[in-house]
Nanobody, 124 residues
Framework: QVQLVESGGGLVQAGGSLRLSCAASGRTFSNYIMGWFRQAPGNAREFVTAIRWNGYNTPFPDSVKGRFTMSRDNAKNTVYLQMNSLKSEDTAVYYC?????????????????WGQGTQVTVSS
């Protein structure tokens, strides 16, 4: 069992920045791919990015490319999502997810564990 706890969400003005954190506990963190998803009201859950134990992460979707970066600190069992130049369309609940193994996927159904989500609201 893996427990994931996100933090760092909040209200920010357009153009501002936030850094989300996801702290994991319960199993060997480095065995898991860690992903970030987001879900805006009325929308399906959207894949943002994922990262392997060695720091390799997937390309970002065009909607956030150049503005978001993801990193992980295996010593702290934590992943981060740095979000810069935030836009109102980034408003969503952001979820951290964990998937055992080395194959990165954008399919939310293939992730084994989820955090409770953290709200990000960007005011225009």
């Amino acid at each position: 069992q893996v427990q994931l706890v996100e933090s760092g969400g909040g209200l920010v003005q357009a153009g501002g920045s936030l850094r989300l954190s996801c702290a994991a506990s319960g199993r060997t963190f480095s065995n898991y791919i860690m992903g970030w998803f987001r879900q805006a009201p009325g929308n399906a859950r959207e894949f943002v990015t994922a990262i392997r134990w060695n720091g390799y992460n997937t390309p970002f979707p065009d909607s956030v490319k150049g503005r978001f970066t993801m990193s992980r600190d295996n010593a702290k069992n934590t992943v981060y999502l740095q979000m810069n130049s935030l836009k109102s369309e980034d408003t969503a609940v952001y979820y951290c997810a964990a998937r055992l193994g080395t194959v990165i996927t954008s399919d939310a159904g293939l992730y084994d564990y989820w955090g409770q989500g953290t709200q990000v609201t960007v005011s225009s």
